[in-house]
């Protein structure tokens, strides 16, 4: 499957974005997909993962509550809503993807095996 996401821009802080990552080659329905984040010179950083049907979701506990994932199957598609956006979100953010079995497993960060590019989100102090 290859993943392409977009929707990263500039914000100012307390404001909102949607970042999206559209699945191709194979039909995301069958893959529990995350969204992670990578700042220059530090470690990628898992951010968020939800089940292949979407049933299951969890978050970093620096994003609960202000970020949501959530995909949509029949779109081939999985988002990322971001709400009160602080400077220190400001990263490279990356969607992947992994296969499974069940439609309630969601994976941690070492499990996904296919990765979009990346798309920037900065926010403004």
């Known amino acids: 499957v290859q993943l392409q996401a977009s929707g990263g821009g500039l914000v100012q802080a307390g404001g909102s974005l949607r970042l999206s990552c559209a699945a191709s080659g194979h039909t995301l329905r069958l893959y529990a997909a995350g969204w992670f984040r990578q700042v220059p010179g530090k470690e990628r950083e898992f951010i968020a993962g939800?089940?292949?049907?979407?049933?299951?979701?969890n978050y970093q506990d620096s994003v609960k509550g202000r970020f949501t994932i959530a995909r949509d199957n029949a779109k081939n598609t999985l988002y990322l809503e971001m709400s009160g956006l602080k400077p220190e979100d400001t990263a490279h953010y990356y969607c992947?993807?992994?296969?499974?079995?069940?439609?309630?497993?969601?994976?941690?960060?070492?499990?996904?095996?296919?990765w979009g590019q990346g798309t920037l989100v900065t926010v403004s102090s």
């Open positions: 992947a993807a992994g296969p499974v079995f069940s439609d309630y497993r969601v994976l941690r960060g070492h499990e996904y095996n296919y």
């Open positions: 939800i089940s292949r049907s979407g049933i299951g979701t």
